[in-house]
T-cell receptor
Framework: AQSVTQLDSHVSVSEGTPVLLRCNYS??????LFWYVQHPNKGLQLLLK??????LVKGINGFEAEFKKSETSFHLTKPSAHMSDAAEYFC?????????????FGAGTRLFVKA | DAGVIQSPRHEVTEMGQEVTLRCKPI?????LFWYRQTMMRGLELLIY????????DSGMPEDRFSAKMPNASFSTLKIQPSEPRDSAVYFC??????????????FGDGTRLSIL
Protein backbone atom coordinates (compact mmCIF):
# COMPACT_ATOMS: atom_id res chain seq x y z
CA ALA A 1 0.00 0.00 0.00
CA GLN A 2 1.08 3.53 -0.67
CA SER A 3 1.69 6.17 1.93
CA VAL A 4 3.57 9.43 2.27
CA THR A 5 4.74 11.10 5.47
CA GLN A 6 5.97 14.64 5.73
CA LEU A 7 7.98 14.58 8.90
CA ASP A 8 7.53 18.24 9.88
CA SER A 9 4.28 20.17 9.88
CA HIS A 10 6.17 23.47 10.22
CA VAL A 11 9.73 24.51 9.38
CA SER A 12 11.18 27.94 10.14
CA VAL A 13 14.43 29.23 8.62
CA SER A 14 16.16 32.56 8.28
CA GLU A 15 16.51 34.19 4.89
CA GLY A 16 19.71 33.05 3.20
CA THR A 17 20.00 29.79 5.14
CA PRO A 18 19.39 26.29 3.75
CA VAL A 19 15.96 24.70 3.56
CA LEU A 20 15.26 21.01 4.23
CA LEU A 21 11.73 19.62 4.02
CA ARG A 22 11.54 15.92 4.75
CA CYS A 23 9.38 13.30 3.07
CA ASN A 24 9.26 9.52 3.47
CA TYR A 25 7.11 7.28 1.36
CA SER A 26 6.10 3.68 0.95
CA UNK A 27 5.07 2.08 -2.31
CA UNK A 28 4.60 -1.44 -3.62
CA UNK A 29 5.72 -0.57 -7.13
CA UNK A 30 8.06 1.89 -8.78
CA UNK A 31 6.63 5.21 -7.68
CA UNK A 32 6.62 8.62 -9.23
CA LEU A 33 7.31 11.32 -6.65
CA PHE A 34 6.47 15.00 -6.76
CA TRP A 35 6.83 18.14 -4.71
CA TYR A 36 4.23 20.89 -5.02
CA VAL A 37 4.14 24.37 -3.49
CA GLN A 38 1.03 26.28 -2.49
CA HIS A 39 1.11 30.03 -1.89
CA PRO A 40 -1.79 31.71 -0.07
CA ASN A 41 -5.04 31.79 -2.04
CA LYS A 42 -3.47 29.84 -4.87
CA GLY A 43 -3.60 26.31 -6.22
CA LEU A 44 -0.76 23.85 -5.96
CA GLN A 45 2.14 24.38 -8.34
CA LEU A 46 4.57 21.66 -9.40
CA LEU A 47 8.11 22.22 -8.11
CA LEU A 48 9.72 19.03 -9.39
CA LYS A 49 9.11 15.37 -10.13
CA UNK A 50 10.98 12.08 -10.02
CA UNK A 51 10.02 9.36 -12.50
CA UNK A 52 12.83 6.76 -12.36
CA UNK A 53 15.45 8.78 -14.23
CA UNK A 54 18.22 10.64 -12.35
CA UNK A 55 17.87 10.33 -8.60
CA LEU A 56 18.77 14.00 -8.02
CA VAL A 57 15.99 16.10 -9.45
CA LYS A 58 16.22 19.83 -10.01
CA GLY A 59 13.10 21.94 -9.94
CA ILE A 60 12.02 25.52 -10.23
CA ASN A 61 13.14 28.38 -7.97
CA GLY A 62 16.40 26.65 -6.97
CA PHE A 63 14.78 23.65 -5.27
CA GLU A 64 16.00 20.11 -5.70
CA ALA A 65 15.18 16.71 -4.24
CA GLU A 66 17.03 13.41 -4.02
CA PHE A 67 15.32 10.06 -4.39
CA LYS A 68 16.87 7.55 -1.97
CA LYS A 69 15.30 4.15 -2.45
CA SER A 70 17.20 2.53 0.44
CA GLU A 71 15.84 5.15 2.82
CA THR A 72 12.46 5.52 1.07
CA SER A 73 12.96 9.27 1.22
CA PHE A 74 12.49 12.20 -1.14
CA HIS A 75 13.60 15.25 0.81
CA LEU A 76 13.33 18.74 -0.68
CA THR A 77 16.24 21.14 -0.31
CA LYS A 78 17.30 24.62 -1.29
CA PRO A 79 20.71 26.13 -0.52
CA SER A 80 19.48 29.60 0.39
CA ALA A 81 15.95 30.53 1.44
CA HIS A 82 14.23 33.60 0.08
CA MET A 83 11.30 35.41 1.65
CA SER A 84 9.18 34.42 -1.35
CA ASP A 85 9.68 30.73 -0.49
CA ALA A 86 7.32 31.06 2.47
CA ALA A 87 4.44 28.75 1.54
CA GLU A 88 3.07 25.26 2.11
CA TYR A 89 4.83 22.33 0.46
CA PHE A 90 3.31 18.95 -0.40
CA CYS A 91 5.11 15.70 -1.10
CA UNK A 92 3.16 13.37 -3.40
CA UNK A 93 3.57 9.71 -4.36
CA UNK A 94 1.87 8.10 -7.32
CA UNK A 95 2.06 4.59 -8.68
CA UNK A 96 0.11 1.91 -10.43
CA UNK A 97 -2.27 -0.36 -8.66
CA UNK A 98 -4.91 -2.78 -9.80
CA UNK A 99 -7.06 -1.13 -12.44
CA UNK A 100 -5.21 2.16 -12.65
CA UNK A 101 -3.09 4.41 -10.51
CA UNK A 102 -3.35 6.08 -7.15
CA UNK A 103 -1.93 9.40 -6.04
CA UNK A 104 -1.40 10.22 -2.36
CA PHE A 105 -0.69 13.73 -1.04
CA GLY A 106 1.25 14.31 2.15
CA ALA A 107 -0.24 16.45 4.89
CA GLY A 108 1.96 19.39 3.97
CA THR A 109 4.83 21.32 5.55
CA ARG A 110 4.45 25.03 6.13
CA LEU A 111 7.71 26.90 5.56
CA PHE A 112 8.29 30.16 7.40
CA VAL A 113 11.17 32.41 6.32
CA LYS A 114 12.41 35.03 8.77
CA ALA A 115 14.09 38.21 7.64
CA ASP B 1 -1.06 28.14 -22.47
CA ALA B 2 -4.06 28.80 -20.29
CA GLY B 3 -4.01 26.87 -17.06
CA VAL B 4 -6.91 25.16 -15.33
CA ILE B 5 -9.73 27.68 -15.00
CA GLN B 6 -12.20 27.51 -12.13
CA SER B 7 -15.28 29.60 -11.51
CA PRO B 8 -16.42 31.24 -9.42
CA ARG B 9 -13.36 32.17 -7.34
CA HIS B 10 -15.54 32.89 -4.32
CA GLU B 11 -19.06 31.77 -3.43
CA VAL B 12 -21.06 32.70 -0.37
CA THR B 13 -24.51 31.23 0.00
CA GLU B 14 -26.99 30.13 2.63
CA MET B 15 -27.36 26.57 3.76
CA GLY B 16 -29.86 24.56 1.75
CA GLN B 17 -29.01 26.29 -1.51
CA GLU B 18 -27.61 24.50 -4.53
CA VAL B 19 -23.99 25.27 -5.34
CA THR B 20 -22.34 24.59 -8.69
CA LEU B 21 -18.58 24.83 -9.17
CA ARG B 22 -17.12 24.83 -12.65
CA CYS B 23 -13.81 23.76 -14.13
CA LYS B 24 -12.16 24.00 -17.53
CA PRO B 25 -9.12 21.69 -17.73
CA ILE B 26 -6.03 22.28 -19.81
CA UNK B 27 -6.61 21.37 -23.43
CA UNK B 28 -5.22 17.94 -24.25
CA UNK B 29 -5.35 16.66 -20.68
CA UNK B 30 -7.41 13.51 -20.30
CA UNK B 31 -7.64 13.27 -16.51
CA LEU B 32 -9.51 15.64 -14.25
CA PHE B 33 -9.58 15.73 -10.45
CA TRP B 34 -11.74 17.51 -7.87
CA TYR B 35 -10.24 18.16 -4.43
CA ARG B 36 -11.45 19.79 -1.25
CA GLN B 37 -9.07 21.55 1.15
CA THR B 38 -9.78 22.48 4.77
CA MET B 39 -7.61 23.29 7.74
CA MET B 40 -8.89 20.27 9.64
CA ARG B 41 -8.68 17.61 6.93
CA GLY B 42 -6.09 18.98 4.52
CA LEU B 43 -6.37 18.13 0.84
CA GLU B 44 -8.90 15.42 -0.01
CA LEU B 45 -9.52 13.86 -3.41
CA LEU B 46 -13.25 13.84 -4.10
CA ILE B 47 -13.42 12.29 -7.56
CA TYR B 48 -11.39 11.84 -10.69
CA UNK B 49 -12.29 11.36 -14.32
CA UNK B 50 -10.32 9.75 -17.12
CA UNK B 51 -11.45 10.45 -20.67
CA UNK B 52 -14.62 12.03 -19.24
CA UNK B 53 -15.56 8.88 -17.33
CA UNK B 54 -15.66 8.88 -13.50
CA UNK B 55 -13.05 6.37 -12.34
CA UNK B 56 -12.99 6.80 -8.57
CA ASP B 57 -15.64 8.70 -6.62
CA SER B 58 -14.92 7.09 -3.26
CA GLY B 59 -13.95 10.46 -1.83
CA MET B 60 -17.31 12.09 -2.49
CA PRO B 61 -18.67 12.78 1.00
CA GLU B 62 -22.29 11.84 0.48
CA ASP B 63 -25.17 11.91 -1.95
CA ARG B 64 -25.44 15.66 -1.70
CA PHE B 65 -22.31 15.87 -3.86
CA SER B 66 -22.30 15.05 -7.55
CA ALA B 67 -19.83 15.65 -10.37
CA LYS B 68 -20.16 15.53 -14.12
CA MET B 69 -17.86 15.83 -17.09
CA PRO B 70 -20.02 16.14 -20.19
CA ASN B 71 -17.03 16.75 -22.47
CA ALA B 72 -13.26 17.01 -22.40
CA SER B 73 -13.27 20.73 -21.71
CA PHE B 74 -15.75 21.13 -18.88
CA SER B 75 -16.64 19.65 -15.51
CA THR B 76 -18.98 20.61 -12.69
CA LEU B 77 -19.16 19.78 -9.01
CA LYS B 78 -22.58 20.27 -7.50
CA ILE B 79 -23.67 20.34 -3.87
CA GLN B 80 -27.40 20.11 -3.19
CA PRO B 81 -28.45 20.95 -0.54
CA SER B 82 -25.40 22.75 0.84
CA GLU B 83 -24.48 22.69 4.53
CA PRO B 84 -22.08 24.86 6.60
CA ARG B 85 -19.66 21.92 6.93
CA ASP B 86 -19.18 22.04 3.15
CA SER B 87 -17.31 25.33 3.53
CA ALA B 88 -13.84 24.80 2.09
CA VAL B 89 -11.63 25.60 -0.88
CA TYR B 90 -12.42 23.34 -3.82
CA PHE B 91 -9.70 22.70 -6.38
CA CYS B 92 -9.85 21.27 -9.84
CA UNK B 93 -6.74 19.75 -11.43
CA UNK B 94 -5.98 18.12 -14.74
CA UNK B 95 -3.18 16.00 -16.16
CA UNK B 96 -1.98 13.93 -19.08
CA UNK B 97 -2.27 10.79 -17.08
CA UNK B 98 -0.32 7.87 -18.36
CA UNK B 99 -0.21 4.45 -16.79
CA UNK B 100 1.49 4.59 -13.41
CA UNK B 101 0.54 8.15 -12.78
CA UNK B 102 3.86 9.75 -13.69
CA UNK B 103 2.33 12.91 -15.07
CA UNK B 104 1.99 15.92 -12.75
CA UNK B 105 -1.36 17.46 -12.00
CA UNK B 106 -1.98 21.09 -12.85
CA PHE B 107 -4.21 22.92 -10.39
CA GLY B 108 -6.60 25.79 -10.75
CA ASP B 109 -6.66 28.60 -8.20
CA GLY B 110 -9.67 27.11 -6.45
CA THR B 111 -13.15 28.19 -5.42
CA ARG B 112 -13.50 29.41 -1.85
CA LEU B 113 -16.95 28.30 -0.72
CA SER B 114 -18.64 29.65 2.38
CA ILE B 115 -22.00 28.23 3.45
CA LEU B 116 -23.75 30.38 6.04
Amino acid sequence: AQSVTQLDSHVSVSEGTPVLLRCNYSSSYSPSLFWYVQHPNKGLQLLLKYTSAATLVKGINGFEAEFKKSETSFHLTKPSAHMSDAAEYFCVVSDANTGGFKTIFGAGTRLFVKA
Amino acid sequence: DAGVIQSPRHEVTEMGQEVTLRCKPISGHNSLFWYRQTMMRGLELLIYFNNNVPIDDSGMPEDRFSAKMPNASFSTLKIQPSEPRDSAVYFCASSRQGFGGNQPQHFGDGTRLSIL
